[in-house]
Structures are given as C-alpha cells and as structure tokens.
C-alpha cells in the first residue's frame, strides 16, 4: 500500500474546532504508538528485509546509490 492508493485529506473533516483537532492529533499519536508496540518485531522484520546493502568498507554508503 502506498500513498498513491487513497487520498488522507478526504478522510478528514474539513472544518474541526481546535480541541477537536488536539484530541484528534493525541488519539491518533497514541494509537500510532500502540500499533508499532504492537507489532514491533513484524516492523523491524520488515524494515529489515528491505534494507539496501551496505558496503562493509564503508557502512554509511548505500549501495544503491552509486
């Protein structure tokens, strides 16, 4: 899934009172946060397998980018 596949802003209410908007901001940081806690070891699994190599001469070179 990427970005491209839906549009974010038409999830979103066009006009919120600005307590709504910070109650809105807090659950969705909290939620954020209980899901990477939640599937912590599924993320790093992940971010893991899609690391690009690295050159083991130089570790802060990325392969790909050459």
Do not use: K
Not at 38 to 60: I, K, M, N, T
Request: proline share 8%; charged share 30%.
């Amino acid at each position: 899934m990427n970005d491209d596949e839906y549009d974010m802003e038409q999830l979103l209410p066009g006009q919120i009172a600005d307590e709504t908007a910070v109650v809105l901001c807090d659950f969705l940081a909290e939620l954020n946060m209980a899901v990477e806690i939640r599937y912590l070891h599924q993320l790093r699994r992940y971010h893991e397998a899609h690391r690009p190599p690295v050159d083991p001469e130089h570790p802060w070179r990325n392969l790909n980018s050459d």
